[in-house]
């Protein structure tokens, strides 16, 4: 039986990532205990989703389902979205509002707080069966975790160990959360994406900035992203957070011309779009970055590209699939023309989105193509082995290693003997 201790790790530098870990059931399991219910804040939802008193949202930490809810003092609630009593799923809209949470099996009622409040027949009838005669529905609540909240972003964590949210974020992050949460949001829609791979494989995606122009034609064509325009990477201090960042129009054409040269089937000037409203950028931060991959250990992205806003939740569903719940934003203060080019910009991201669509395909072909070679590794030397530090360029996969470097160390794993 494998285990994440016995996965090999020939170098101490995380440059070389064992494919076992992508498929081994049984690490799978560990990773919900040490991971999603270890010393972890995870991703639940944004303040924005749930404004009122009992708008609720069901959503998953791991695999494991939760119900999140607004109690009627203001207060944020998350509870395992379970009825007590049989196990059954409370609540299973995807969204609501609720002034009792009631269960469908045995009618079951937990109020906004998660306290057991009602229970039909609970002394019987006519003086025969019920429950017994000590039992008290004070003594029954929901599990609970524990909730915060940063700047209307909502993270939840079952460890009574966690260190405080705004530590485990760190000032790096907090301050990419504060630049694109600068002001009241509004909501403007939801995606679901399925995929055949490993949770840990979009994490490696999404922290490689180097596959952005490679992979997806449309960004390196249009010029939305390039990794010749002035960008890099910065983390937060043990690395287990990622941003990385990057201007447009701050490349040259001719040097575009010459690094994509033998990349021709990603990059090519001779396409064009007869409608090109896409690609605009209305600048709307005082910096001159133009998109950002925001990506917070375990479940969290958040992106800004050009004026596209949106958070991506990874849900785990086992081992080989995992489910994204994207959830799309702007401004309150927009006007209508505003909100119409972001919902076009919408287009570039989610299952069909224009520059995104590729990334679960990729996803899926590591998954399938290291089902049989889990003894070998993956090689992840771009931007450098040695230090995790962080880099003024994109070309690097820096950002990988320093999520592995983190998963290695709440998975117990031991030390490599030496460095490669």
Not at 282 to 296: A, F, G, Q, R, T
Not at 302 to 325: A, H
Not at 407 to 418: C, D, K, N, S, T
Request: glycine share 8%; proline share 5%; with cysteine.
């Amino acid at each position: 039986m494998a285990t994440a201790m016995s996965l090999e790790w020939p170098v101490d530098d995380f440059t070389r990532i064992p494919f076992a870990a992508y498929h081994d059931d049984e690490v799978y399991v560990e990773e919900q205990e040490r991971i999603f219910r270890g010393p972890t804040w995870c991703y639940l939802g944004l303040e924005a989703e749930i404004p009122n008193a009992g708008d609720f949202v069901t959503t998953l930490v791991g695999d494991t389902p939760i119900l999140l809810n607004r109690q009627h003092d203001g207060a944020v609630s998350a509870f395992i979205n379970r009825c007590m009593h049989r196990g059954t799923l409370l609540e299973r809209e995807c969204r609501g509002n609720a002034s009792m949470h009631t269960c469908l099996y045995h009618q079951w009622s937990y109020d906004l707080g998660g306290q057991l409040r009602a229970i039909p027949f609970m002394r019987g009838h006519n003086g025969e069966g019920g429950m017994p005669a000590d039992f008290e529905p004070s003594s029954i609540s929901l599990d609970s975790m524990h909730v915060d909240v940063y700047n209307g972003v909502i993270f939840g964590s079952f460890s009574d160990s966690v260190e405080p949210l705004v530590d485990y974020l760190g000032p790096t992050v907090r301050a990419d959360i504060d630049r694109i949460f600068n002001r009241p949001i509004k909501l403007l829609g939801y995606q679901r994406q399925r995929i055949f791979g490993n949770w840990k494989l979009y994490n490696d995606n999404v922290r490689d900035p180097n596959h952005g122009a490679l992979l997806h034609m449309f960004h390196a064509t249009f010029g939305l992203y390039r990794p010749t325009q002035t960008g890099g990477i910065r983390m937060d201090e043990r690395h287990r957070h990622s941003t990385s960042y990057s201007a447009m129009g701050t490349s040259d054409d001719e040097d575009d011309a010459k690094a994509f040269a033998d990349t021709k089937k990603v990059f090519d000037e001779g396409f064009h779009l007869r409608d090109e409203s896409m690609l605009q950028y209305v600048k709307e931060y005082p910096d001159d970055v133009s998109l950002i991959i925001l990506s917070v250990f375990p479940n969290l992205v958040v992106q800004q590209i050009t004026n596209s806003l949106c958070t991506r939740q990874i849900q785990t569903v086992g081992p080989g699939e995992l489910e994204l719940y994207w959830t799309y934003f702007g401004y309150e203060d927009d006007d209508e023309e505003m909100t119409r080019h972001r919902l076009n910009q919408a287009n570039l991201v989610g299952p069909g989105g224009l520059i995104s669509m590729e990334d679960g395909e990729a996803v899926e072909l590591v998954q399938r193509a290291v089902l049989r070679e889990q003894d070998q590794h993956a090689f992840v030397e771009i931007g450098g082995k040695g230090d995790i530090v962080d880099q003024e360029y994109l070309v690097t996969e820096m950002p990988i290693r320093g999520f592995w470097s983190y998963y290695y160390e709440l998975m117990g794993i031991e030390p490599a003997a030496e460095a490669g």
